[in-house]
């Protein structure tokens, strides 16, 4: 069991895809709706389990840092959020399909336990790969 920092936001729990997505999809969506809670925005909205993230307000999201500065942002500005989402389809309407969906922002709290790593940006990630693999023994 990998303990994980996770996004809640307005009945959604958004966190890093699976591995077996990664790189099976065009631009490697980095995040996935992993939970819809019954009677929420989110379910209002149509969000599914399984949905990839791709942008927020049409800014391309590559982490939950970045996800949870645009849903703050909005929840700020007290606006909706507008995500655009990739579901899996049918063999009828498509392998994928796009989706947009406008969330509105009832809460945002980032969830997981306390010693979980912080949410990174990609490029951050990135560089502790690099610092990690540059270590002897890495």
Partial sequence: VIERQVLWISG??????EP???GQVQGSPSLMIHYVQDGSAAQAQDLQEYDLVLTANGRPVDSLATLQTL??????????MSLMLLRLGSVRS???????RTLP??????????NAPE????????????ELSSQPGG
């Fill in 12 to 17: 959604a729990l958004i966190a890093e895809s």
């Fill in 20 to 22: 077996m997505i990664r």
């Fill in 71 to 80: 849903a703050r942002e909005a929840e700020t500005s007290k606006s909706e």
């Fill in 94 to 100: 498509g392998l994928f399909v796009y989706q947009t």
């Fill in 105 to 114: 922002l009832v809460d945002v709290e980032v969830v997981g336990p306390p």
């Fill in 119 to 130: 949410m990174k940006t990609a490029a951050q990630a990135v560089v502790s790969d690099q």
